[in-house]
């Protein structure tokens, strides 16, 4: 098990750059699959990013995919999630969330562990 603590939430307007952060407690996180969601209300939580254990392989969902980039530091157990050009529909709480799963899933029902979330504000 993991404990997950997500940052960088905010207001910001349409065009602007949020940067989000995912601390991880536990000595096994390099092992561990991530991913990030967002949901927003009135919604179902959906897929947003995921990457690998070790960084190299990286995957979006066609809503972000050129706008959005998911990297990670195992040294410093932590996940992030940079977003770029920012849109009002892209307003959401954004979970991250970890897998033991081998390859990048964008089933929810594929991570074990979640953070609390953070809130993300894009105002037009």
């Known amino acids: 098990q993991v404990q997950l603590v997500e940052s960088g939430g905010g207001l910001v307007q349409t065009g602007g750059s949020l940067r989000l952060s995912c601390a991880a407690s536990?000595?096994?996180?390099?092992?561990?699959?991530m991913g990030w969601f967002r949901q927003a209300p009135g919604k179902e939580r959906e897929f947003v990013a995921g990457i690998d254990w070790n960084g190299i392989t990286t995957y979006y969902s066609d809503a972000v995919k050129g706008r959005f980039t998911i990297s990670r530091d195992n040294a410093k157990n932590t996940v992030y999630l940079q977003m770029n050009s920012l849109k009002p529909e892209d307003t959401a709480v954004y979970y991250c969330?970890?897998?033991?799963?081998?390859?990048?899933?964008?089933?929810?029902?594929?991570?074990?562990?979640w953070g609390q979330g953070t809130q993300v504000t894009v105002s037009s």
């Open positions: 536990g000595r096994t996180f390099s092992s561990y699959m």
């Open positions: 969330a970890a897998s033991s799963g081998w390859t990048i899933s964008t089933s929810l029902r594929s991570y074990e562990d």
